[in-house]
């Protein structure tokens, strides 16, 4: 009990502190209307859209495959801890190299990301790359929506999802509108270019990202994110609100502090449970010990928001140390109980086929580091913070995961955030499209439908 103490009572002065802090009159956030982070000096960008298929070389796989044949695995299991408390336990290591070797098969992978259309264009000097997936004609409603990922995921997140969206009687979801959807992947992630310059935040994509919506003829369109994808939408809706329909969320971005009576109620929501519009939050809502495992496991974060080049240079080297890295994420951030279990609890939720392919488009994009600069720029752009304070009076949805690690936000916390018009709880952790995508895909025409 007095080791708990020591951990809450610094973290309930954060809390008041940043309290206190954002009691502040918000600070003036200019955004500017363009900027360059392509190579060289700064130069027009050529609109042109422009068709794509992946289609990796061969001598990468060949690569890859003479990487994970002679990876060294040389770290025992603890004998009393076979489990992953300790991070990727080895013995799973060992049975997905086997797997990754003899088993998977990248070239089915790449067709199935290429069974969707993609296409390229350049935006303040970087190739952006996106899903533009339609509906059949059949439905004559149409609705535009953007779905963005997060880290460590990438556009492939999403192919559960898109079928759904676009053709939601198919998948026993009545709906008389369909939607066409945008995937594009974060600059430095997926086949989308590596910023080449300094600055690339949060911020800069929400403004790419409206850029692309608007050059594909959008002037108004609706959006869909969770970590990242969460955080950028969020953004994109505070800035260009006159772009944004609606918007639908499976992370809910609201730190803690960052309005005085969010945090009234995040706290009277522990003291009062019965204050709590949610059952289930009712049961386990502590604003305060969910601190103790985001300690225990944000030390990723710390590393990538400081020196993300060290930390990702062995990464980038290394196919199993990068599938570790990633796929520890599948575990912890699915279900936090999955920690106990030798083999995560993966596949409970994922294939390996899924996990392996989120790793593979690292791999043979090489950009692992740049992913992972994406949290220095964070965390060096106090705009990203300053915005994050400013009511959202578009309407928006929150799809929470009630395994999800990050937020189990209440909606009596998140209102004074968000103008919050639906609310829906799902049994899933994190990667929601991947995970729930039925679920998730049914939160978001119950939405559109409320707000019609």
């Known amino acids: 009990m007095g080791i708990l103490k020591l951990i809450l009572l610094p973290v309930a002065v954060g809390v008041l502190i940043a309290t206190v802090w954002n009691l502040l009159p918000e600070k003036e956030v200019i955004v500017e209307e363009n900027n360059f982070y392509g190579s060289g ?14 289609n990796v070389d061969q001598k990468v796989i060949d690569d890859l495959k003479h990487r994970l044949e002679n ?3 040389s770290h025992s299991v603890l004998e009393d801890s076979d489990d992953f408390f300790y991070g990727f336990n080895a013995k799973q290591l060992l049975k997905l ?20 259309p993609q296409f390229t264009t350049e935006i303040e000097g970087l190739q952006v790359h996106f899903l533009r997936v339609q509906p059949p004609k059949s439905y004559k409603i149409v609705k535009p929506i953007l779905v963005a990922h997060g880290w460590p995921g990438n556009v492939f997140e999403f192919y559960k999802l898109i079928p759904i969206l676009t053709d939601p009687k198919k998948h026993g979801i009545n709906s008389e509108f369909a939607f066409e959807v945008i995937a594009p992947s974060i600059p430095g992630y997926g086949w989308s270019e590596q910023p080449k310059k300094s600055g690339f935040s949060q911020l800069a994509c929400a403004r790419v990202f409206k850029k692309l919506m608007v050059r594909l003829g959008f002037d108004k369109f609706y959006l869909q994110g969770g970590d990242w994808g969460a955080i950028i939408t969020s953004l994109l809706t505070r800035v260009y609100p006159e772009h944004v329909i609606a918007l639908h969320l499976n992370m809910v971005p609201a730190m803690p502090g960052a309005n005085f009576m969010g945090t009234f109620y995040d706290i009277l929501g522990w003291l009062v449970p019965s204050t709590l519009s949610s059952k289930a939050l009712q049961k386990n809502h502590n604003p305060f010990s969910k601190f103790g495992v ?3 496991e944000t030390g990723y974060m710390h590393l990538q928001a400081t020196k993300p080049d060290t930390a990702g240079t062995s990464l980038n080297d290394s196919p199993i140390g990068l599938a570790a890295y990633i796929i520890e994420k599948f575990s912890t951030w699915t279900n936090t109980d999955y920690r106990a279990l030798p083999d995560g609890g993966l596949n409970k939720r994922f294939t390996n086929d899924e996990l392996l392919t989120i790793v593979m488009i690292y791999w043979t994009n090489g950009n692992i580091v ?10 060096l752009d106090k705009r990203c913070e300053n915005l994050g304070k400013k009511y959202v009076s578009t309407p928006t949805a929150h799809a929470s995961g009630l395994n999800e690690l990050y937020d189990r936000t209440p909606i009596e916390v998140s209102r004074y955030l968000f103008n919050i018009t639906h609310y829906t709880e799902i049994d899933m952790g994190h990667f929601a499209a991947l995970e729930a995508p039925k679920p998730v895909a049914a939160s978001v025409f119950q939405f559109i439908k409320d707000l019609e």
């Open 41 to 54: 000096k700064i130069r027009a960008d050529n609109t042109e859209v422009k068709p794509f298929k992946v």
């Open 71 to 73: 990876a060294r695995i």
């Open 97 to 116: 190299r086997d797997y990754w070797l003899h088993k998977y098969d990248w070239r089915k992978q790449e067709a199935i990301i290429n069974q969707f």
């Open 294 to 296: 985001m300690i225990v």
């Open 370 to 379: 740049s992913s992972q600069r994406f949290y220095r720029e964070f965390f």
